[in-house]
């Protein structure tokens, strides 16, 4: 075999490890039908298996020390008033019971790219279920099946200090009066207050900036003539474990930074967790001086941030008989003089994972890490300045599509240096074309002695048979950058191209099964098997660049592997279908580029291959 056939080869089986690298890691499970709905809101009286946030301190393994229940007739939430929450990004509330963030609709996005579908909720109260009617119901009078949102929300309160009773303390469940303020909006704070009826006032100030950043000042003012300690904490809380996309490559559930080092727990490690004395199944760790930790979505995060610079303890834990997954800032116990106010100031980051929002409060509010708590995965290294630069490109141009091809011409143009040498090496072997085949006839079958005198004949002409392969090394790592890029950052969702192409983070949803919709039927639904062997046509596009690409190369001489390479194209284009657009429309950009320089670059050398007569004769062949 000579080396022009072993490069060629080579590619076929690196570009081959990638796609089953991917199927095996990366590609998204086909999505199931979704199940006829049968959970129907809990009526008032109701007893509901799940419970309101385990306070700091309280057994996290029973559920006995949980004041109430969701949906039953003593919960505070069904019952108390609310303040509105109005921002150019948020929309929601806070109930008075417990002085919680419980409701949270993020109106910069959708959930589907339906202009009139529902805003992203982001946070849920525990007696608030979101309804959707499916369907008639079974029988007259019978009520509407319902699908209900699990509670997801953040409070704040204080622990008490040695010897101060607990009741003293406002808990998850105490209901507070508004102090000042009507709506909670962008330099409109507003502030709650609490009197525990024995010399102490609680009072929680409420800011709000023009994107998701919350600033919650707790401040307890001590009117008794004896001291009084406590500790300020925050808590979030998501009852029952959320529906997560369940990849290999994404993280989904606790994050957080502690004195520099990225904390990442999955829902399903969590209820794993060994018993820590007087804190059930808890991860507890103790943050010097800078930290954060919350809960992240593929796109959404909630996050307790307290102040840069102020210790404190980060606890992830699970409460196996409320079936609560719940993160904590809990800070030092600190004693308030008689006559004399204590104030404790965090932030709290409800919304979208935005690079350029988050990166900004990582800069200005000194967040340690704050972009970390995007998924850069593996290949960071790579993801981290692969996405700078797409980010940069799409506000020059202006358009996601555009940008990613603009971003592989960057790409390509780094990656130049060994391309040339990786061309002009081939175009040398083609010289030493005659010399191999009379070596060839030379030799006969000695394998052996054919190998030992094309590697002389390689060192004589220094020709280096490897510089074919190093591009192909180095497209591996940035096709796994580039996929991690356009799977988890927000700035790819729902962001269209041209045409048809209006999500590059999805599938491209065209099919040749109905002639890219001049039929009147729907196409298989993404994301399925059907959908991926049903060729959209990014992927024909594709495998057609592909068969272009291998027509540079002269073909083996053996009929096997010329019958392999002949498929492999079309292999790999019913293989691509899945896979996401902006994915492929880098592809697609990347063999162009890749067939301009390689027949450019030899044809410089005086080797210019046959790229048309190739395609002629292979089209003749196949009509004989």
């Known amino acids: 075999m000579d080396d022009n056939n072993r490069n060629l080869i080579l590619a076929m089986v690196l570009s081959a490890l990638v796609m089953l690298g991917w199927y095996a890691f990366f590609a998204p499970p086909v999505p199931e039908a979704p199940p006829a709905a049968t959970t129907t809101a809990a009526a008032p009286g109701t007893p509901d298996a799940t419970h309101a946030a385990v306070p700091p301190g309280a057994p996290a393994a029973t559920t006995a020390a949980s004041p109430t229940l969701i949906g039953s007739a003593d919960d505070p939430v069904l019952t108390a008033p609310r303040v509105a929450i109005e921002s150019p990004a948020l929309k929601g509330s806070i109930s008075l019971a417990g002085g919680r963030i419980d409701d949270l609709l993020l109106t910069g996005y959708r959930e589907t790219l339906d202009p009139a579908s529902p805003f992203v909720r982001l946070l849920s109260p525990t007696a608030q279920p979101r309804v959707v009617t499916e369907g008639t119901p079974a029988a007259p009078g019978a009520d509407p099946t319902v699908v209900v949102q699990k509670p997801y929300y953040a409070v704040y309160g204080w622990m008490p200090g040695p010897g101060v009773d607990p009741a003293l303390v406002p808990s998850p469940a105490t209901t507070w009066a508004v102090e000042s303020g009507a709506t909670l909006a962008p330099g409109q704070p507003v502030t709650l207050v609490w009197d525990n009826g024995a010399g102490q006032i609680f ?26 300690a406590a500790a300020p904490y925050g808590i979030l809380a998501r009852h029952g474990k959320p529906d997560t996309q369940n990849f290999f490559v994404l993280h989904e559930g606790a994050v957080g930074m502690i004195d520099g080092k990225l904390v990442e727990v999955k829902y399903k490690d969590m209820v794993k967790f060994d018993p820590v004395a007087g804190e059930g199944p808890a991860q507890v760790a103790q943050v010097t001086n800078n930290g954060w930790i919350g809960f992240t979505d593929k796109y959404w995060m909630t996050t307790l941030i307290p102040a840069p610079g102020q210790a404190f303890t980060s606890v992830v834990k699970y409460a196996p008989g409320a079936d609560i997954f719940q993160t904590e800032t809990r800070l030092p116990v600190q004693t308030v003089a008689p006559g004399t106010v204590l104030s404790s100031a965090s932030y709290l980051f409800a919304g979208a994972k935005e690079w350029e929002t988050i990166n900004h409060y990582q800069q200005t509010k000194n967040i340690d890490r704050f972009v970390d708590s995007i998924d850069w995965g593996w290949f960071y290294f790579l993801t981290k300045p692969i996405f700078r630069v797409l980010h940069w490109l799409n506000g020059m141009i202006g358009n996601m599509g555009w940008s990613i091809i603009a971003l592989t011409f960057v790409l390509k143009l780094l ?105 009147p039927f729907m196409p298989p639904a993404q994301g399925t098997m059907l959908h991926s062997i049903s060729l959209p046509l990014l992927a024909i596009v594709l495998g057609i660049t592909m068969w272009l690409q291998q027509k540079l190369n002269p073909a083996p001489t053996d009929p096997a592997q010329k019958m392999i390479f002949a498929w492999m194209p079309w292999v790999f284009m019913f293989m691509l279908g899945g896979f996401a657009s902006g994915l492929v429309l880098y592809w697609i950009t990347n063999n162009l580029i890749t067939i301009v320089q390689q027949y450019t670059i030899m044809s410089m050398h005086g080797h210019p291959p046959q790229l048309f007569g190739n395609v002629r004769d292979s089209l003749r062949l196949k009509r004989k």
Not at 460 to 465: D, F, L, T
Not at 505 to 518: E, T, W
């Open 415 to 519: 990656v130049f240096p060994l391309a040339r040498k990786s061309y002009v090496s081939m175009a040398r072997m083609r010289e030493l074309q005659p010399e191999m085949e009379a070596i060839k006839a030379r030799t006969g079958d000695d394998r052996a002695k054919y190998q030992q005198e094309v590697m002389a004949l390689y060192k004589s002409q220094k020709v280096n048979p490897a510089a074919g392969c190093l591009p192909m090394l180095l497209q591996i790592p940035i096709f796994f950058s580039l996929y991690k890029v356009i799977f988890v950052t927000l700035e790819l969702r729902h962001a269209p191209w041209v045409g048809w192409i209006r999500d590059l983070s999805a599938p491209d949803p065209s099919s040749l099964l109905n002639l890219f919709g001049l039929l």
């Open 203 to 228: 009072r929680r100030v409420f800011e709000l900036d023009d994107k998701f950043l919350f600033t919650v000042t707790q401040t307890v003012e001590n009117t008794a003539a004896t001291p009084f």
